[in-house]
């Protein structure tokens, strides 16, 4: 009988990164990264320097219609946008506030939206505040109170060097999007709402 030939086991090389080696080719296009929910204040409270977005027709809103709703687990209340129609109906009217965002940095693209005064202009305190808000839109400025020194109103402090910081590279997307994301949950527009439910002290049916 003839010798059968020797098997030979075929021995696995081991990992190897050569597959995941790039080819030379172009680069794959770039992501944008897609913006957080933001913070939104006044510009005294973000107590350093600001910038707001120059191009108001899209990155300021008209006047919108707020409401702050207790929380349960948080020390503050939650800032809510409320359809208008039912906040006249069902809240009275010093729970209501009115008032348009703009999309703000602080240096260094820390983003937020700034609330911008649009009611009782003839008010020191939103006068000073709407002022301090169109410089922003072409310098870097910041906003402290003057009440430490008996004068109603704001102060507005313009950055010494006009380089001082970069300018802000706004996020890439709209802000209606930017919005979405930062009031998810907190948009009442039915008489249904937690939060409307809430403000009202209608009982909330457990889900």
């Keep these: 009988m003839a010798d059968k030939?020797?098997?030979?086991?075929?021995?696995?090389?081991?990992?190897?990164?050569?597959?995941?080696?790039?080819?030379?080719?172009?680069?794959?296009?770039?992501v944008d990264t897609l913006q957080a929910a933001l913070?939104?204040?006044?510009?005294?409270?973000?107590?350093?320097?600001?910038?707001?977005?120059?191009?108001?027709?899209?990155?300021?809103?008209?006047?919108?219609?707020?409401?702050?709703?207790?929380?349960k687990g948080q020390k503050r209340d939650t800032l809510h946008l409320i359809d208008e129609e039912l906040a006249?109906?069902?809240?009275?009217?010093?729970?209501?506030?009115?008032?348009?965002?703009?999309?703000?940095?602080?240096?260094?693209?820390?983003?937020?939206?700034?609330h911008v005064p649009s009611q009782n202009l003839d008010n020191e305190w939103n006068s000073s505040a709407l002022l301090a808000c169109e410089q922003a839109k072409s310098m870097?400025?910041?906003?402290?109170?003057?009440?430490?020194?008996g004068v109603d109103g704001y102060q507005t402090r313009v950055a010494r060097d006009t380089g001082a910081f970069p300018e802000p590279q706004w996020p890439t997307q709209s802000l209606a999007q930017l919005l979405e994301v930062t009031f998810a949950n907190r948009m009442i527009d039915h008489e249904n709402h937690p939060g409307?439910?809430?403000?009202?002290?209608?009982?909330?049916?457990?889900?």
């Design 5 to 30: 030939p020797e098997l030979k086991i075929v021995k696995p090389n081991g990992f190897s990164l050569d597959k995941f080696k790039t080819k030379g080719g172009a680069a794959a296009a770039s």
């Design 39 to 71: 913070m939104h204040r006044k510009i005294k409270e973000a107590k350093d320097f600001v910038r707001l977005h120059k191009n108001e027709d899209e990155f300021w809103t008209p006047e919108l219609c707020f409401v702050n709703v207790p929380t």
């Design 88 to 114: 006249v109906s069902y809240l009275v009217d010093g729970q209501v506030e009115r008032f348009r965002l703009a999309l703000a940095s602080k240096p260094f693209d820390a983003f937020f939206l700034c």
């Design 140 to 149: 870097w400025v910041q906003v402290t109170s003057r009440k430490g020194d």
């Design 196 to 207: 409307l439910l809430r403000l009202i002290g209608a009982r909330q049916e457990l889900g």
